[in-house]
């Protein structure tokens, strides 16, 4: 683990950090697209997730848009490299469940070498798809910089690597974003506490919360670097990726589960779940109205056994049913294991290799926004999960083993445009 000289907005810029950051660019929308683009003509948004255009060609398209962008911001002062390289600290405040708690989750953002999967020291534990690195290698080809970081998370249990890192920080950034989240950044220079910190990761594995496609794609985009320039030697920027590191102890550290919405698989995929010869057995019922008891029972139900709620029918109804079957170590604990390899792909022949090519699988943190969804007749279909835990992740991903794709989201997530970094 090292600091690195991160590419930020000035100081003179702190103020209307709101207006040029963005979230993760895979949570963006379309419209909510359109609208970075109308807040700043330097918002960050051109940079991670450029538009696209009529026209575009090898060379000159978003891409090579991103980079001009990138050029132009760091020509006229709009970002600016640190001058000396940093840890930096990174807290952001929310509120969150039906008694809207406050809650705290504190990471820090340093550089780690990168390493193939097989080294051990960044472990994965979902599987990717081709799409999505692609359009990063695009990106990190044409500017040459990343702009966010891996979401990671590794053991601490005495809080030691934050509470060094806290009392030697210097306040840098602080913005609140649409959901409300207030996000506080800030830099750690001293000698003893970087080389402190430093110290303590070549032992201490890391296990990828969000970011799998990006890490990929950032170690083949290394390889590509080092047939270009042969001679860049070891330390060169491209032989590391940035991190955004959080302790799987800290109390403030929430992971939701990753709803399922299902469409294109036939007429009446809800017959299909709901009549004799399905596997699933249903445990309660509720109707249209009763969203919020159908939600309470589904997270108070047995975590032993292998349960979802499920939505649809006409009229809507909101079920909870089981797969009678035994749960197993590692990914085998996983709900989200068994509603693929038990339910998707046996009663409605959604295989992983099928997820992979085709527009099956929508997903969403959001189980209102999901219920709403299928109110609306937009999809015949969806599954509500209940939450994982990080210990699920490290210890699915020590086994060697990968959970389905999107198995976890943790929240709050690190804005886009905080710390960025040249490559």
Known sequence: ???????????????????????????????AQEEFYKKDPNNVIRLELPKGFEGEVPGK????????????????????????????????????????ELRTVEGFIGRVRLEEWEKKVVYPHERTLAGPKEDRMALF????????????????????????????????????????????????????VVSAVSAFFPSTPLFIADGHHRYETYLAYRNERRKEDPNAGPNAPFEFVTVFLVAMENPGLTVLPTH????????????????????????????????????????????????????????????????????????????????QEGVLAEV????????????????????????????AGEYPVAFILRPTGARVVEDVSLRGELMPQKSTYFYPKPLTGMVMRLL
């Not at 004799?276 to 509720?286: E, G, I, Q, R």
């Not at 029918?313 to 079957?325: A, K, Q």
């Not at 022949?349 to 299928?374: C, F, G, N």
């Open 1 to 31: 683990m090292q600091p690195f000289k991160g590419l930020v907005y000035p100081d003179s810029l702190k103020g209307k950090m709101e207006s040029l950051t963005t979230p993760p660019y895979d949570i963006i929308s379309k419209e």
């Open 61 to 100: 398209n978003r891409y090579s848009q991103a980079a001009s962008d990138l050029a132009r911001m760091i020509s006229e002062g709009v970002l600016v490299e640190d001058s000396v390289p940093a840890f930096y600290t990174y807290k952001m405040s929310y509120r969150f469940g039906p008694e809207n």
């Open 141 to 192: 080809r044409a500017t040459k910089a990343s702009f966010s970081q891996i979401y990671c998370v590794y053991s601490d249990p005495s809080a030691k690597i934050m509470g060094s890192l806290s009392s030697a920080s210097v306040p840098r950034f602080r913005c609140v974003d649409g959901d409300g989240v207030i996000h506080e950044v800030a830099s750690v220079t001293d000698p003893k």
């Open 260 to 339: 399922r919405m299902v469409h294109n698989v036939g007429e009446n995929p809800w017959a299909a779940l709901t009549g004799s010869k399905s596997p699933l057995k249903t445990v309660a019922t509720f109707p249209v109205g009763q969203e919020t008891a159908f939600q309470k029972a589904l997270l108070e139900s047995p975590p032993g056994e292998i349960l979802f709620g499920m939505v649809g029918g006409s009229p809507v109804e909101y079920r909870i049913v089981s797969l009678p079957r035994a749960k197993g170590p590692g990914v085998q604990a996983l709900d989200s294991y068994w509603l």
């Open 348 to 375: 409605l022949s959604v295989t992983r290799e099928r997820v992979a090519k085709e527009d099956l699988l929508r997903y969403s943190k959001s189980a209102d926004e999901v219920i709403k969804k299928i109110r």
